[in-house]
């Protein structure tokens, strides 16, 4: 192109456009998918650890797996405290223990774990080693006689019981045996003369809610949903409603204010999956359930 011969219409534009592009892109300012990895990486735990986010009681092997039908030592907070406390239940009771350990340290307890992946608390006949389990645990309740017992749940569409003669009854079946076993296990509890307290069981997500940030981390809020509980799911409640002694502890409220639920906690991933909280969301509410929590 000669000296001083006019550009082609839209050079101009197009050669000033490349150079705002180049400038910004030194300058970080349209670095779209590094600003994404940026606020993707803001949240903890991460996207890669967060199904694994399951607190130090469960790191310790105190959710007892396998065909395991006594649960270990699985001692927290004080081991000589006079204060016993046991929290017993399956994974759903699992996952307030980052926030029972802060309170056991601050109220000076000695918090025992019993726990069970997939065995309800309640006295219902499920499998064998669940059976085994469930009877060594009320066992060892009845030796330790501790002062409160803190009883957690999965009460969902899973939670299935067997009739007597060993068939496996459907979850709407299953449900007045479930209801009426959660009421002789408090009724255990408190003829062992322990207080006992329920903390009632949430709800199962209809998506994962870390997964839909990881893909909308910019805008979490698309992750929103409504928290449905449905009360033929809640024997638990139910259960508890019978025995006047039995103090109930429902986070539905504090979880899903307004009954939406938001899959995060300002940086914090709140679900580990559908079904449970993340460990470290979990220990951000030890100050909210201490304050609800009954004296041992």
């Known amino acids: ?4 011969q006019a550009l082609p219409e839209g050079t101009l534009l197009k050669i000033v456009s490349t150079s705002i592009i ?3 892109a030194v300058l970080g300012i349209l670095a779209v998918p590094a600003v994404q990895g940026d606020v993707a990486n803001l949240f903890v735990p991460s996207f890669t650890e967060v199904q694994n986010d399951k607190g130090p009681v469960f790191r310790d092997g105190c959710l007892v797996l396998g065909n395991r039908v006594n649960s270990g030592p699985c001692v927290y907070g004080n081991p000589r405290s006079k204060k016993v406390v046991v929290v017993f239940g399956d994974s759903h009771a ?3 223990t980052p926030a029972l350990l802060r309170i056991a340290e601050t109220r000076d307890w000695r918090l025992i774990a019993l726990l069970r992946a997939n065995c309800t608390s309640a006295l219902v006949d499920t499998d064998r080693i669940c059976n085994r389990w469930r009877r060594n645990s009320l066992a060892r309740m009845a030796e ?3 002062s409160l017992v803190i009883l957690g749940t999965n009460t969902g569409r899973n939670v299935l019981v067997r009739d007597g003669r060993g068939r496996t009854l459907d979850r709407k079946a299953s449900d007045q045996k479930l209801t009426a076993g959660m009421v002789s ?3 255990r509890m408190l003829a062992n003369g322990s207080k006992v307290t329920l903390i009632r069981d949430l709800f199962t997500a209809p998506f994962d809610p870390s ?3 990881q893909q909308n981390p910019v805008n979490p809020s698309v992750c929103n949903f409504r928290a449905v509980r449905p009360n033929w799911l809640s024997f638990d409640y139910r259960a508890a409603r019978r025995i006047r002694q039995v103090q109930v502890v429902d986070p539905l409220a504090r979880i899903c204010p307004g009954g939406t639920c938001q899959a995060t906690s300002g940086r914090v991933l709140k679900f580990r999956d559908r079904a449970h909280l993340s460990a470290t969301y979990v220990a951000t509410l030890s100050g909210w ?4 929590l009954q004296k041992p």
């Open 94 to 96: 699992l996952h307030w």
């Open 289 to 292: 359930l201490d304050r609800r």
């Open 1 to 4: 192109m000669g000296q001083g």
């Open 211 to 213: 997964g839909c940030v």
């Open 22 to 24: 180049l400038a910004a």
């Open 185 to 187: 296990t408090a009724k």
């Open 144 to 146: 330790l006689k501790p």
